[in-house]
């Protein structure tokens, strides 16, 4: 199974079941054949005496368009076809029927042939019975310049906003289409997508990154290989920007960004900044998304709408509705900011620090030794863990270098020398590990105003077990420092406690199960036989100083 099907015959009909529990609207019964969906207080003779009914729909797969735009100042209902196709001609006049009282109905339509056709002659059955119908064809897409029938995009979402607005205000069927026609012609559309859609029961193709592609799969009009979100963005946001410019309208435009469907949240705040940064707030002073608005099943992409929206259209897009799927408009503007607190570092880093020669070198050993373990680090952490901990060490190693170098670190006081350690690891080395270790080195420091240096390290211990949770046994570096810590307690020297973390360490491979840390989470059956990275780390640096030392 590789995805959440439960019938690929019947997805489109899984999903509007749910629709009809989550949303106050009317569906078409199913015995019917069609698949009709309406505003649940929606009434022909009661709302449709003042009110114009706008309806819209397509192929489905484009989930939350077209359902989870019905709503109160947006559509009166949809016409859902099955994937990627349009719904029938029978379908689409049952809806007009349910919904045309005598102020009239407006189909918004996606320039696609078949919603063309099944929709034009939909309404040309329903004018022959007396209702009031008018069309809008949205042709938002600029990708094939040339074609004399461009197609449907996102653009589509705005036109219903638009015209639900109008409608809503009770404007007649003439003018709200006017309304949508003028919007239409304002507005660019183009999506760029790393990979195409799969269709449920289907593989996917096997296609390379496209600019330009169709929402039903069709094939873009250039293959592309951007290397970056940045990249990406600029092959879109460019010939969106010159065929507005080219139309007269240079700027102030409004964007909505939409997930074909198979981008993360993450990507799509980075496709979002890049546009941001690409046009700026002076050209794009509004933005509605990111969101999945009309999507491509699992499509991997992107699209981009510009409009150069004037006062009215930006009035009806700001105007509140209830349909589910609108996301709103935010306006753009460069965030406030402010110089955060960072100076209180209670003398643990000074400047021209005090050196006692032989602690400097032996500590710049350490820092070496962790340097060259990095790789072997990542090994095991990748085995037990999300595999970082050599290069999280790393990091911790070049804040405690590049404050030795800058004459920060004071190596001949204890104290100090164990303070200024935890203030690096605090600010210079990540995840929980960074905090751990920045605790035990704080705690140390704490301890030695009254205590001696094994007592102190213990004091450490002690508090990283406290904030940490993990014991002797667990599956962590505690199983090699702890050794060391009770080797020292029994006056050894630094070799035999370098010998006792070394065995310490060892010994977590053969414990089967971790009881804190990321391996916690990993199945006991990946431990067997791998060494906990953190205890071997903290062997490797005592084995380091009893060679110094």
């Known amino acids: 199974m590789q995805h959440f099907f439960n019938d690929a015959s019947r997805v489109v009909d899984d999903v509007l079941y749910a629709a009809g529990h989550l949303a106050p609207l009317r569906i078409a019964e199913p015995q019917s054949g069609v698949r009709i969906l309406i505003r649940r207080d929606w009434d022909r003779d009661t709302h449709g005496q003042r009110q114009v009914a706008v309806l819209s729909g397509g192929g489905a797969g484009h989930e939350p368009a077209h359902a989870g735009f019905i709503g109160e100042g947006m559509l009166t209902g949809v016409i859902s076809g099955s994937l990627f196709a349009s719904p029938s001609m029978d379908a689409v006049l049952a809806a007009i029927r349910e919904v045309c009282g ?7 339509v996606k320039n696609y042939t078949g919603d063309r056709l099944n929709f034009g002659l939909a309404a040309e059955h329903a004018r022959r019975e007396g209702l009031k119908v008018a069309m809008v064809i949205v042709a938002d897409d600029i990708s094939l310049p040339d074609t004399p029938q461009p ?13 639900g607005y109008h409608a809503q205000q009770q404007g007649t069927l003439d003018d709200i289409q006017a309304f949508a026609q003028h919007a239409c012609e304002r507005m660019a559309s183009m999506g760029m997508a790393l990979t195409p859609a799969t ?19 069709e094939p873009g009009v250039q293959h592309i290989a951007p290397d970056s979100a940045r990249d990406a963005m600029n092959h879109v946001v460019a010939p969106l920007a010159a065929a507005l410019d080219e139309r007269g309208h240079a700027d102030g435009w409004l964007a909505l960004i939409n997930n074909l469907g198979g981008c993360s949240t993450q990507e799509m705040g980075v496709l979002s900044g890049s546009l941001i940064d690409n046009l700026g707030p002076i050209r794009l002073p509004q933005l509605i998304g990111p969101a999945p608005l009309m999507t491509s099943l699992d499509m991997h992409g992107f699209s981009v709408t510009l409009m150069a929206a004037d ?3 930006r009035t009806a897009l700001l105007a509140p509705t209830d349909a589910p799927a609108w996301p709103g408009i935010r306006d753009v503007c460069p965030p406030d900011t402010f110089t955060p607190n960072l100076t209180a570092r209670n003398g643990a880093l000074q400047d021209n620090a005090p050196q006692a020669t032989h602690v400097t070198a032996a500590l710049t050993q350490v820092l070496s030794v962790l340097r060259d373990a990095r790789d072997d680090l990542d090994g095991l952490d990748a085995r037990s863990g999300d595999g970082d901990a050599g290069s999280s060490l790393v990091e911790g190693a070049d804040a405690i270098e590049q404050a030795l ?6 190596t001949a006081h204890p104290e100090r020398l164990f303070a200024g350690l935890g203030q690096c690891l605090a600010t210079g080395m990540g995840g ?11 705690a140390t420091a704490t301890a030695l105003e009254q205590r001696g240096l094994i007592d102190s390290l213990w004091q450490g211990v002690e ?3 406290t904030y940490g949770g993990a014991r002797l046994g667990d599956r962590t570096l505690l199983d090699a420092l702890i050794p060391a810590l009770q080797a020292l307690q029994k006056d050894a020297t630094l070799a035999d406690a370098a010998q006792a973390a070394r065995q310490g360490a060892e010994h977590t491979a053969t414990l089967s199960r971790a009881r804190a840390g990321r391996a916690a989470y990993v199945p006991d059956s990946a431990l067997e036989g ?10 490797r640096v005592f084995e380091t100083l009893a060679r110094c030392l």
Do not use: W, Y
Not at 102 to 108: H, W
Not at 530 to 539: F, K, M, N
């Open 432 to 442: 929980s590990s960074g905090v751990l270790l920045s605790i035990l080195f704080t």
């Open 311 to 313: 006062d009215a259209m």
């Open 463 to 465: 508090r990283m077990q």
């Open 405 to 410: 170098t800058a004459g920060h670190l004071d």
């Open 151 to 163: 197609r449907g995009l996102a653009g589509t979402l705005l036109i219903h906003k638009i015209a």
């Open 530 to 539: 791998v060494v906990d990275p953190g205890a071997e780390a903290v062997a």
């Open 102 to 108: 005598p102020a009239g109905c407006l189909l918004v």
């Open 199 to 217: 269709l449920p029961g289907q593989t996917r193709p096997d296609r390379s990154p496209e600019l330009g592609l169709g929402i039903h799969n």
